[in-house]
């Protein structure tokens, strides 16, 4: 079982940028992925963007984004201390959402991007971009 805490959630004017993290709890895995996910008001969970740590030392580290989020989402993290953050900027009103973190207790060639190739969820943290 891998426990994950969001924070960093927050009310943002449009055009603000905000950082969000996640901690994972001690686990034993070596190859992994954790990604973002956000659910607007309405609306179906939908992939953010996601990080791979894997022994393949060439492939640990490597991000890949929703094309959409690309552009002004930046997600890194730091293996060592079972943290990811997703940087956000330049936000609008449709990026309000609760922002979820997942973990994948396994990689793959083909980056993860379903709602189902995660197994382990946070509680989720509200970002509300509103003028």
């Known amino acids: 079982q891998v426990h994950l805490t969001e924070s960093g959630g927050g009310l943002v004017q449009p055009g603000d940028s905000l950082r969000l993290s996640c901690a994972a709890s001690?686990?034993?895995?070596?190859?992994?992925?954790m990604a973002w996910f956000r659910r607007a008001p309405g609306k179906a969970r939908e992939f953010v963007a996601g990080?791979?740590?894997?022994?393949?030392?060439?492939?640990?580290?490597?991000?890949f984004y929703a094309d959409s989020m690309k552009d002004r989402f930046i997600i890194s993290g730091d293996s060592a201390k079972n943290t990811i953050t997703l940087q956000m900027n330049k936000l609008h009103p449709e990026d309000t959402a609760v922002y979820y973190c997942a973990f994948k207790s396994e990689t793959s060639w083909v980056d993860p991007k379903s709602e189902g190739d995660f197994n382990f969820w946070g509680q989720g943290t509200q970002v509300t971009v509103s003028s």
């Open positions: 001690e686990h034993t895995y070596r190859n992994y992925v």
């Open positions: 990080i791979t740590w894997s022994s393949i030392t060439w492939r640990s580290g490597t991000t």
